[in-house]
């Protein structure tokens, strides 16, 4: 099997990351901040070790600002839902996931006011166009940092500074980027930030979180036990504890922190170098089909290891399940839970077929389904 | 390490757990519902397979009705937001659980009108006096199904009857009974029931999830991308998308399946035999200790294996920190995220030491806590 579908999840994940897991589950398997003895000490010690790590990953100070959440999509209703009252203004782009899409839509039912600012052909954002839609009652900006449709990054820096300039909370979706793409939040003037741990982090399905800078404050989602303040009848104000009722994937967060570990320990750059690479073999060798749409910006400078195609008259679902059944490659094919982002570069009908490599792939593999591609549009 | 905190996160685990996680990570490691390839359609292959040993467990004819959580915090919150809305009454017990409690205060806040009927000094609720605060407006009863401070069984069943009878809504709290004790959620009545999977069902933390009846309409807390349905623009319909966005943890889930096949396996009428008669000998050795309080009923017949006591004048933290330091003993101590509880028993105060033994334990084990309890009351 060559997988290419890293994009939905990471595969393989480095070799740290289940011996983690396992030591976790066998050894200290217990709740964190919930007893004094060494098994419920342990678990903390995991769980604040993997808040650590993502901290010195993203250069948050502070790493109880972290807190974590079954996945992104999680953190990022978090973050919507926590900080959105009726009356306000939220703007976003016509490229985000339903994980941030839906929760948006919910609450403009409920009298929160939407404006997704339309994105080119090629999924890209104009920051200016941002400004120009801020109001007196914009309370929240939020955009993905890349499309999972067409690997497009958008000019997060510059929305950043736009949303501090006028004192709003800009939400940043990194889940394509994190562990992929450099991240600074202080660089970048990032309020709210949500990741998941199952995708360019390379840990365990589970896991995830969200930044909350210092200063932002959000309702919480959930309520519920925290360990510590048990003794109070609401949510205690501290963080992380505020946004982390009930007990934690103390093994799937042991599992994420050897993930993230091994990713500090790699020369990043040489991995985007290499992703960068796989991703233009790719589009080389597709360029070649007659029958190829490719989407996304022509020049992938800094983008999100992701490519979308399509074959020409041909649904993207079945070239997925050929590539698949007849060849073991495993893609991503169909809508990819982002029908504004479809809408926008024009498959809201055909979907597409969507290569997500990681650096554990190989030249090989890309040339595998360049080779099976040719023979697909032979067939059709 | 004689571990005895069993009812915040149950170990050791089923041999089964370890492997099936290690297999879904290393083998199927993608996302259910997210694609048509052979790893996807593995990954929801251990869901499903899990959601339908869930069901086989509580009598759940459609398993498709069980959605999976983060933990029982996050179902109880989907369960009680879900379901609440301003001018609606609900009433609950006094022995509940901050993951009842604190939403039920938050909501409160918002317009919920919400009694909470006083239990006796055993922590046992009486079903007439659910009964007598029924009003018009009352449209949730939610109880626990056991304390997780006594071991207190509710009247679950009466409970149940009479939230039918008046076609009120009934969600049980089985955080402390999944696995542990029968549950059949026909027989019971119950709508709604949250349940975690990393204490009685042995499976590992970050697992849960919360059955919803036919015909149960609940709004979805966490909005998303839910695999299918992936155009429309508001959360889908079908269970169980409806209520699971984002990526589950698939391979928590795969080990929640090995432990619940291991549950299923057993003959659980001789495991409550055996942990009953580990409480029992607890109680019985202890009591001859002068300074030993015991909380809960006498009878101890149908509770769940958790035994709470204090050593008079002495905080039980500290009991709780020289059991696991001088006597590698765990247990948990102090307030159990339960202070309503600890007001109903009279030990807001000083918290309880709290032990909760599984099957796995020995008589031995019990044996050890009774000696390292004498030896400690002797120390005061």
New interface residues.
Partial sequence: ?I?L?NA??????PDG??KA??RA??GF???PG???????LGAERIVSHTRELLAQLFNIQDPSRIVF??????A??QAIQGSLKPGDQVITTTME???V???L??LERKGVELKAVRCDEFGQISPAEIERNIQSNTSLIVTTHASNVTGTVQPVKEIGKIARKHGITYLLDASQTAGVLPIDVVELNVDLMAF?G?KGLLG????GGLYIRAGAELEP???????GN??????PEILPGKYE????????IA?LGAAVEYLLAQDQAEIMQKETYLCESLIKGVSEIDKVKIYGPPDRKGMAPVVSINLAGVES?EV??I??RAFQ???????????QAHATIGT?EQGTVRFSPSSFNSEQDVLSAITALKEIAREF
Same sequence: chains 1, 2.
């Fill in positions: 099997m997988y579908d939905a999840t990471s595969w393989p994940k990351v289940i897991m396992e589950l066998l398997s217990s709740n919930r007893g004094v003895h060494k098994g419920a959440a079954a996945n992104a999509t999680h990022l209703n996931h339903n994980s899409w839906r929760p839509k919910y998941p199952h365990p399905q589970g896991t989602l959930i309520q519920g036990g925290t360990g048990s003794e109070l009848e609401f949510q009722s009930g007990t934690l994937n103390t093994v799937g599992g679902n997925g399940y590539l698949d490659i495993a893609v991503r094919s169909g809508l990819h839970c982002a029908p809201s």
